[in-house]
């Protein structure tokens, strides 16, 4: 029996339909628990994040347990991956916390965007409604499984989970009770799914699997995005690069804009939202004092020709088109906002890009003009979060043009329906 | 010279780069153009729209002298693919007033469609602006030149048009007048360009332009369909299918229940909103009289065991999921709502699907159940339409879940962006 078993499992591994049968199978049980999700009032679904975010209280030894394993497993990586990895009780607690401020949030399921009454009577409304099933793909975060489920599952979503190989055993013990907590409350226990391997062909699966899948959010650096987005045939939200851009202008106050570039570069130098690129107005006085205020603070500045003559490194052409994430930036001086327009276009990530400037006339036109998720004036780029903006949380930003820019929250993970009310109407 | 440039022609049509490279220069000039675009009020869109409506207007001769070409090279094509590619003085000027009907709707570019201060005092909105770049891939229809490209240059959007060969001298004279109205008004020619070429090999082109096209609508048949979904990189609003469904419940008056299923299957067969299965509830006393009278209009019946039972033709498995867009209707009886819900699932393609219901109850949960783009109570499906809906026009209707669903008219050709407009504001 155990021989039989064992060979088994060789000939599914060795098989290369079985991580397509997999995901098929995961996504039909999802579509299922989807339509029951949909069916189920705001307040059942808040209860049963809030049964999850119990269980995950109540497991959080056995969720240590499990991540001892994987840090034991992971001794070979970097101290920073061992971080991202590593959960504590304070963090297993965060988790869970997380998950019961979602339960938190307003639901927009079954909230009408418009309606109106057609002049033959019919009365018609679009409703949201959840989008289906949505795949999330990430990498060494544990947290992720339930920061992310809990985001689908309030929407109405069910959700397929696809954590990296380094997280696994973490990410089975969260997911386990997770999931156990949906099923307390009389959620279906497939609103939350997770793919039971770490064969990589089972992302490539969950990427070609259209109409099983409905969306797939991607969560990692920019290699895991940069295949997810390549690989897709289901949509995809999600941001491969921030190349953000302060912009200086001429008429800005010097003490707001080194407040605004100190803190876009230099508050968090990791996150997507982080500055890059640094464009000051050649008009604007003080340039020197603020390139020199930022490599004070610890930043290198890689310059073109008008900032390595005030004393900095050189930038190469590919630093205009880098995101560092690191206490780096590229430094240009450019022709006031057209200059500034025009570098943005051929250099930008269409993310976040922001304007420091005292003319409203300036900033009006960066705002308008600047073909990004998230553009700012007299702000720093580090507020690109959704929690920031009031969203409460985000399962992401995205920085394509459909759907959902910028912060996705919950009505991101929404759709809309049309739905009419005659008596009778017909075409005639 | 002469010589040199046959030559040419002939390496470029023989170059399988080519058509690549033509999509990325009609593309790059849209770029250039939505830019413009998305910077001018609504009054300029306008004026620009009804410049190109007067020129179509004006060059309707030679309109109509293009489609005579047209026409002579479409003698082998059907009676009905030559009637859709006919023009004569009415259609031209009917195309004319569409165009100046879209530059009379409301105007989406701008509108706002949330805002807060966060607690920081920055102040965030989120404001819908054009989507950029859309290619409108379309058959033998010319009239579709004229009435995509207003809808997407209303919205904001540069349009790269790829119409079929069959249409090609229309295509080109309507494209030429109306490129030429909008230039008159100042709007940038390339805001509305055509593909001049009728290789097909463009098409893949446009379908894999992914970041240089930002959206690809298809309009035509199912086959042209199939293919740009199957192919493209592109994200695309479309639906394959109208598989619509009326379940007359039990609950139903009879004479309502006759006049919606007549109508959603006889006044216009062969659009996409039309009825190709009706299912009945087993506790309709009136379902052989129902199922008599659609046949009396000259449908034919292919039906279940009980509907043969009444003296009908028998369907077989296939006709629950094909879409005839002819009088022919697959007719089943069901076992109440709950029989209609499972067919509707495993049958249904997401489009428009109608209750006829007197009792509420079984009505609501009809609507919130049935996962399709439209679901309409005691209405015909015939009503899925732009028009109908109040949209002033459409672009198409969409059956996926993401950014548009239904009828899509301007507000489903734009995005939005988040705009924050602070004081200093700092993360800290």
Same mark, same amino acid.
């Given at each position: 029996m155990t021989h039989a078993l064992t060979r088994d499992s060789v000939a599914h591994m060795l098989d290369p339909q079985a991580p397509a049968a997999l995901v098929a199978t995961l996504a039909a049980d999802a579509r299922r628990a989807s339509q029951r999700l949909s069916r189920l009032s705001t307040e059942e679904r808040r209860a049963g994040l809030r049964a999850a975010a119990a269980a995950i209280r109540a497991e959080a030894d056995a969720i240590l347990a499990a991540n001892a394993v994987d840090l034991e497993r992971a001794e070979g990586l970097s101290p920073a991956l061992r971080d991202r990895l590593r959960l504590d009780g304070a963090r297993v607690a965060a988790m869970a916390d997380g998950v019961d401020a979602v339960a938190g949030l307003a639901d927009p399921v079954g909230q009408v965007i418009d309606e109106s009454v057609r002049p033959n009577g019919l009365a018609l409304s679009r409703v949201r409604v959840p989008i289906g099933v949505i795949g999330i793909i990430y990498e060494s975060r544990p947290n992720v499984t339930a920061d992310a489920a809990a985001l689908c599952v309030m929407a109405g979503n069910a959700v397929i989970l696809r954590g990296g190989s380094e997280a696994a055993e973490s990410n089975a013990a969260i997911h386990r009770a997770f999931a156990a907590g949906l099923e307390a409350a009389g %959620?279906?226990?497939?609103?939350a799914q997770r793919v039971p391997t770490t064969d990589r062909a089972a992302v490539g699966a969950m990427l070609q699997a259209e109409g099983a899948i409905d969306l797939i959010v991607p969560r990692g650096g920019k290699s895991l995005v940069a295949r997810v987005q390549a690989e897709a045939r289901v949509p995809v939200l999600a941001? %491969?690069?921030?190349i953000n851009h302060v912009y200086v202008d001429g008429s800005a106050d010097p003490a707001m804009a080194e407040q605004v570039v100190l803190d876009a570069k230099?508050?968090?130098?990791?996150?997507?939202?982080?500055?890059?690129t640094l464009l000051i107005d050649r008009a604007y006085a003080h340039a020197p004092a603020l390139v020199a205020a930022l490599a004070a603070r610890g930043c290198a500045i890689r310059g073109d020709a008008a900032v390595q003559a005030m004393g900095h490194a050189a930038a190469e052409e590919v630093d205009w088109d880098t995101?560092? %994430?690191?206490a780096i930036a590229a430094v240009a001086l450019v022709d006031g906002l057209d200059g500034a327009l025009v570098h943005i276009a051929r250099h930008?990530?269409?993310?976040t890009d922001a304007i420091v400037a005292a003319d409203p006339a300036i900033a009006e036109r960066f705002l308008a003009e600047v073909d990004s998720a998230i553009v700012l004036w007299n702000a720093s780029t580090q507020f690109a979060d959704g929690g920031e903006f009031g969203l409460?949380?985000?399962i992401g930003i995205a920085t394509g043009r459909l759907h959902a820019r910028g912060p996705v929250a919950l009505e991101g993970l929404t759709t809309y329906k049309w739905i009419g009310r005659g008596t009778g109407q017909v075409r005639g």
């Open positions: %959620l279906p226990a497939a609103a941001h %491969l690069d921030g230099m508050r968090r130098t990791g996150i997507c939202g982080a500055m890059e995101e560092y %994430l690191d930008g990530s269409h993310h409460g949380a985000e």
